[in-house]
């Protein structure tokens, strides 16, 4: 295995490009969209702009796909879109397929522009408070996960497709107990997902890491090696769908995307993760920020007819927001899907790289934010001897494609506890229950704010329900040494004391009983003041406040400088 390094991604991943193919070199492509589908019964039926699901259903047309197929080579055939990618000799042109009776319209497949997230962090290994964890606690805790896998909410019975550039899984320890319901390679055509050497179009792929950065995108959610990382869902059902081909000077190609989460839908997908994004051609063409309005471009189209079938579809904001774009990317702008940016996994600040909102029509975008710089997972690579788990396994890494996924795991959580909750009921509980950690109210850069998965699931932890005393204060509490102070009241000479518990029920610190006077003790300097104990990582942590006459519990967000 290739020895462990510092790869910064961009959308959501970046690698070095290495030469096109010939056939990429002298193509074209564009997708030809169509003005009717063939229904059973052999009737012709009008393609609409809101079709039904039942005629979604249907495959595109045979004769037209048989007739496109004679000005190149057919690609992608849409059922959602009713639409067909064709690769076209370059020079030719789309002219004359515009010309075809039953063509509506020919446009170019689009891809996504590459940049680089800023911020490095070196491949280092830190100690966390939890055993179990590992280095990975930081991500959970910061999430509320932990309270959620106490419970035994690890995604069992829940399927999760994730689309991206490919999967090492079995060079792994981490995935030794990944249960891969199926696997799909887009780009070479055929079922293995990992880096192999001598494919078809994308080459040797070991040599430059065609699959590293689906790897750690799987390792976020799915991974468990206890001591080192547990990823959010690992006891899900997955289906691994390889879209990107990292050989093209322009490697996220839409087609593909639009291919893959047609196919993830067909094998039952419940929740999609894609790391992936749209913006610009590197030429300058493709799409503008105005067309990101949710309807315009074609892979938010496709992002919001899978919502409305019923998945819940999660994708990250991207990685531009310390670059001229500035803004998120496209599947990310569809009304639909649930949309997240990127935070210090250690500070919870938001990470510069991570792409900024509104969307065109003046929508709030990301929706929400997750851990996404400085997190840890899988190294990704394709070990030199497969199963050789004696290498150094782990690294750490940035970019909204980290986040994304984490958030797919806490979906997956929340329809295990509730199976019948539909994507808008899922995307409005992520949103309501956040920790607000920007502007009061929702805003471009956190969105609504932070995910709180246990209070999205509904649970609350192992300890007393809330009593009427009067909240803590400051809450978040920000810094590096930060002091929150509880208020109370008492009406005679009592002892009170503190208890305080991380995300996973493990009591991390506490103040002994000690006697106060009858009176209100609510002001700074009069309240029981709780210094953060520099050991404690940022994240959700519930106390209890006792007495005599209370016995009161909450949560309190701490967030490092």
Not at 243 to 261: C, H, K, Y
Not at 529 to 536: E, I, N, Q, T
Request: glycine fraction near 10%.
């Amino acid at each position: 295995m290739r020895a462990p390094g510092f790869f910064r991604l961009s959308l959501l991943v970046t690698f070095l490009a290495v030469g096109s193919s010939s056939t990429v070199a002298s193509a074209e492509v564009y997708w030809v969209f169509l003005a009717d589908k063939a229904a059973l019964a052999g009737d012709s039926v009008p393609w609409t702009a809101s079709p039904s699901k039942k005629i979604q259903d249907l495959p595109v047309t045979a004769d037209y796909v048989k007739g496109l197929a004679q000005f190149g080579t057919i690609r992608t055939c849409s059922r959602w879109l009713n639409a067909v990618s064709l690769e076209l000799p370059k020079g030719r042109g789309p002219g004359a397929l515009s010309q075809l009776p039953f063509a509506t319209a020919v446009i170019p497949v689009r891809a996504a522009r590459r940049g680089v997230p800023s911020g490095a962090e070196p491949a280092a290994r830190r100690s966390a408070p939890n055993q179990d964890y590992g280095p990975s606690f930081e991500q959970l805790n910061l999430l509320a996960v932990p309270l959620l896998h106490a419970r035994g909410l690890r995604g069992a019975g829940v399927r999760i497709a994730i689309m991206d550039t490919g999967f090492n899984w079995p060079d792994y320890r981490a995935f030794a107990h990944l249960n891969v319901i199926a696997a799909r390679d887009f780009i070479n055509d055929d079922d293995d997902v990992t880096d192999q050497s001598g494919q078809p179009v994308t080459g040797n792929e070991p040599a430059f890491g065609q699959g590293q950065h689906g790897t750690r995108v799987l390792g976020l959610v799915a991974g468990n090696d206890p001591g080192q990382l547990v990823g959010v869902a690992p006891d899900a059902e997955y289906l691994l769908a390889k879209v990107e081909d990292l050989t093209r000077e322009l490697p996220i190609e839409e087609d593909r995307w639009v291919a893959g989460l047609e196919w993830a839908d067909s094998m039952g997908a419940q929740v999609l993760n894609s790391s992936l994004g749209y913006t610009e051609w590197d030429d300058g063409t493709g799409y503008t920020y105005g067309d990101l309005d949710g309807r315009t471009t074609l892979s938010a189209q496709v992002a919001q007819v899978a919502v409305e079938r019923g998945m819940v579809v999660v994708a990250s904001a991207g990685n531009e927001g310390n670059k001229s774009w500035v803004y998120i990317t496209t599947p990310a702008d569809a009304p639909g899907v649930m949309t997240v940016g990127a935070v210090h996994v250690q500070s919870a600040a938001i990470a510069s790289f991570s792409s900024r909102g509104p969307t065109a029509d003046g929508r709030i975008k990301p929706d929400v934010v997750a851990p996404g710089q400085f997190v840890y997972s899988v190294e990704g690579s394709r070990a030199a001897a497969p199963g050789n788990f004696d290498a150094d396994q782990y690294v750490r890494f940035s970019g909204t494609s980290a986040a994304s996924p984490l958030i797919a795991g806490v979906a997956a959580l929340m329809l295990q506890a509730d199976p019948n909750l539909t994507p808008p009921q899922i995307n409005e509980r992520l949103r309501s229950t956040v920790t607000d950690l920007g502007p009061v109210g929702p805003d471009t850069i956190f969105g609504y704010g932070l995910v709180n998965a246990a209070a999205a699931v509904g649970l609350s932890p192992e300890i007393p329900d809330q009593a009427s005393t009067l909240r803590p204060f400051p809450n978040p509490a920000v810094g590096d040494r930060p002091v929150v102070h509880f208020p109370f009241q008492l009406t005679d000479t009592d002892q009170v004391g503190l208890a305080v518990f991380d995300a996973g029920g493990l009591l991390v610190d506490e103040i002994v009983p000690q006697r106060w006077p009858a009176g209100v003790h609510s002001q700074a300097g009069q309240a029981l003041a709780w210094r953060v104990p520099a050991k404690l990582a940022s994240g959700l942590y519930h106390y209890r406040l006792t007495s005599s006459v209370f016995d009161a519990t909450g949560t309190v967000a701490v967030i490092r400088d």
